[in-house]
């Protein structure tokens, strides 16, 4: 069993360049989530979905944006990358609310 | 980069010794917490979880106790292992939340033989 699965590991981007970073679960969790994590700091909640077709956008949104084809799939894409987003951003899963979210390892993401 | 925790407070303990972890959380609303252990270049792993009509909880080695007058939550781990040796974040979820996480900074646990 997968869990939630994140690509890729590691990115360097120039700025202003743009990326998509993926995240697949196979757990059929409809609430997906995605954070980013600077150094010394707590997982901050940049969008989230509650099913397919549903987006919302949590804390920190600007600069970036989601989509929720499937169940399984929730992309995050980054346009005109800055400095700021120098992150590891951090994709998770629940099957609904009030239940422990499932996390992935990350991708560790720099831009110069 | 800088690794997860660089700058977090540190709690160091003997092997085998207990460990208790604090956190004061900000929602006064807030009705689900969870305690998460993440090792460097992991993501967040789930302990242990605790609901506002509860004041404590165990697990296997774990124990979360919930002070809802004062906002505290702690983290005891029994004799604690090497494979401890990690940073644990609280986090709660305000009520209506659709399940969004609020995290805390977070405390790096050193376990020393």
């Known amino acids: 069993n997968a869990g939630v699965t994140q690509t890729p590991k590691f990115r360097i981007l120039k700025i202003g360049q743009s990326m998509t970073l993926q995240c697949t679960q196979d757990?059929?969790?409809?609430?997906m989530y995605w954070y980013r994590q600077d150094p010394g700091m707590g997982l901050k909640l940049i969008y989230y979905?509650?099913?397919?077709?549903?987006?919302d956008k949590g804390e920190v949104p600007n600069g970036y944006n989601v989509s929720r084809s499937t169940t399984e799939d929730f992309p995050l894409r980054l346009e005109l990358a800055a400095p700021s987003q120098t992150s590891v951003y951090f994709c998770?899963?629940?099957?609904?609310?009030?239940?422990?979210?499932?996390f992935g390892d990350g991708t560790r993401l720099s831009i110069l | 980069g800088e690794s997860v925790g660089l700058h977090l407070p540190t709690l160091s303990v003997q092997e085998g010794d207990n460990s208790i972890i604090n956190c004061a959380y900000s929602?006064?609303?807030?009705?689900?917490f969870i305690w998460y252990k993440q090792e460097s270049g992991k993501g967040p792993q789930f302990i242990i979880d605790?609901?506002?009509?509860?004041d404590k909880r165990q697990g296997q080695r774990v124990t979360v106790l919930l002070n809802k007058t004062v906002k505290h939550l702690s983290l005891q781990i029994a004799a604690t292992q090497p494979g401890d040796s990690a940073v644990y974040f609280c986090?709660?979820?305000?009520?209506?939340?659709?399940?969004?996480?609020?995290f805390g900074a977070g405390t790096r646990l050193a376990v020393h033989p």
């Open positions: 998770a899963s629940s099957s609904r609310v009030n239940q422990p979210q499932h």
């Open positions: 757990m059929n969790h409809n609430y």
């Open positions: 979905s509650v099913g397919a077709g549903i987006t």
């Open positions: 929602n006064s609303a807030s009705d689900y």
């Open positions: 605790i609901r506002s009509n509860m």
């Open positions: 986090a709660e979820i305000p009520s209506g939340g659709y399940n969004k996480l609020i």
